[in-house]
């Protein structure tokens, strides 16, 4: 295939992914609400569509519609490069996930490398945007985001190299052929823990949603956000959910394997699975204290993903 | 392998020129929509409706330093052991020993903090 035509292509998935994580945004805030309110005895959002279910779509028209409002004293490149390094990472990372059969963007042979890379560059962005916001709020919330960032992603990098030892290989699509047997939880569950623990963190969510602790620094690094730019950092957030979970069950979880249903729909009942226990622990758990945080990161997670990598090891031993 | 390689850098950059350029023609293409009534008062920084108390480019605490340090630290073991993971199963126990032998040498660099107290969050 000659370049062009790869590029294109490259083009038009590009424009599908960013397609499908609207859409899924969509779902997934009303799911979110519904299962909340569940969870909390509410009934959640009831008036617009039947039984609530256009809400999100009437909150996404009236955010596109928002006045853009930027603090006189912002600095204007690094206030819009902000949203935009936060949002456009973790749509990013979707191209290697294999839904099932040809249904992956691009088969990448360092594809598990490439889907923890290019989620980090989300950090640049949260640090620009609480720094260019000129709020005090702002700038704390990026800081303390940054340095959870961080932290965390060390424990998820290292929980994730172990499927890597055991499998072999890279690519997201052969992690999936060799888990054609037995699925890496029973091999790994103490990676499985570690990984989903840590994205929790890495995307921000309760109980690691420390830069938006809206009860100290009210909404962190958005605070001076509104309209669509505020709306970017939450299709991150949910961009990064649904990755986070399918990648999860891509490397514990066998993925698309199952039998009789198709491998898509079981990729997306097990994503599904997880992003429900993500919603769930959102309504059970408090917030972390921000020295708590990152204590548990340095202190019992960074150990415990070293451990359990000469364990990893000795696994694989006795695979082999 | 290179023009594999070269193919699929191509098809990242289409794909990260969509992603980029989506969002960024949304927020164009709306401000035809959107109103836009500038007011001195929406230009401050919101402060829980007190004027800023202090100015926000100040010196930061020195921990968040520590913990960047001690970050690109274990970062960069991540990724070396992420370059040799794919081949460790056919290293045998020699090659298992001399990763084993790297992880620990960085562990102890992580207990040197603990004890030097840069893991202290204050």
């Known amino acids: ?320 | 392998m290179g023009g594999m390689y070269l193919s699929d850098v191509v098809f990242l950059l289409g794909f990260a020129l969509a992603v980029v350029s989506l969002p960024v023609f949304t927020l164009a293409a709306f401000s035809l929509l959107r109103p836009r009534h500038p007011e001195s008062l929406k230009g401050e920084a919101y402060e829980s409706g007190m004027p800023q108390a202090s100015i926000p480019r100040r010196p930061f605490h020195m921990a968040y330093y520590n913990f960047a340090l001690v970050f690109i630290v274990f970062e960069v073991e991540t990724l070396l052991i992420f370059a040799i993971a794919p081949v460790l199963r056919d290293a045998g126990w020699w090659g298992l020993g001399e990763v084993a032998s790297f992880v620990v040498m960085v562990t102890l660099g992580l207990a040197y903090a603990w004890r030097k107290g840069a893991l202290v969050w204050k």
Do not use: C
Not at chain 1, 107 to 128: E, I, K, S
Not at chain 1, 144 to 171: C, D, H, K, N, W
């Open chain 1, 1 to 320: 295939m000659s370049h062009l035509l790869t590029f294109a292509l490259g083009l038009l998935l590009g424009a599908v992914a960013f397609t499908i994580v609207g859409a899924l945004t969509a779902i997934l805030v009303l799911t979110e609400r519904k299962v909340g309110a569940r969870i909390q005895g509410r009934v959640g959002p009831m008036h617009t569509g039947p039984q609530g279910s256009l809400q999100t779509i009437a909150d996404m028209v009236k955010l596109v519609m928002k006045e853009d409002v930027r603090p006189a004293r912002a600095d204007a490149v690094a206030f819009g490069l902000g949203p935009l390094l936060v949002a456009v990472p973790a749509i990013l990372s979707l191209a290697v996930i294999p839904f099932g059969g040809p249904l992956i963007m691009r088969d990448l042979n360092v594809g598990v490398l490439y889907f923890l890379a290019v989620p980090g560059v989300t950090v640049v962005g949260l640090l620009l945007a609480g720094w260019a916001s000129y709020d005090n709020y702002s700038f704390l919330g990026g800081l303390r985001s940054s340095a959870q960032f961080i932290s965390y992603e060390i424990p998820r990098g290292l929980a994730v190299v172990t499927v890597v030892m055991l499998a072999g290989s890279l690519s997201t699509v052969d992690l999936l052929e060799a888990q054609s047997r037995v699925p890496y939880i029973v091999l790994l569950p103490l990676s499985f823990l570690i990984y989903a623990i840590t994205s929790l963190a890495e995307v921000n969510r309760i109980p690691f949603d420390i830069p938006e602790a809206e009860s100290e620094l009210v909404a962190g690094y958005h605070t001076e956000y509104s309209g669509f730019r505020w709306a970017l950092f939450f299709l991150a957030e949910y961009a990064g959910l649904f990755a986070a979970s399918a990648f999860g069950a891509l490397l514990f979880l066998g993925g698309g394997n199952g039998p009789l249903l198709p491998a898509v729909v079981w990729l997306i009942l097990k994503t599904s699975a997880l992003m429900f226990v993500g919603i769930w622990i959102r309504f059970t758990l408090p917030r972390f204290r921000a020295d708590q945080l990152m204590r548990l990161a340095w202190k019992f997670f960074l150990p415990l993903s070293l451990a359990n990598l000469v364990l990893a090891a000795l696994v694989m031993k006795a695979v082999a």
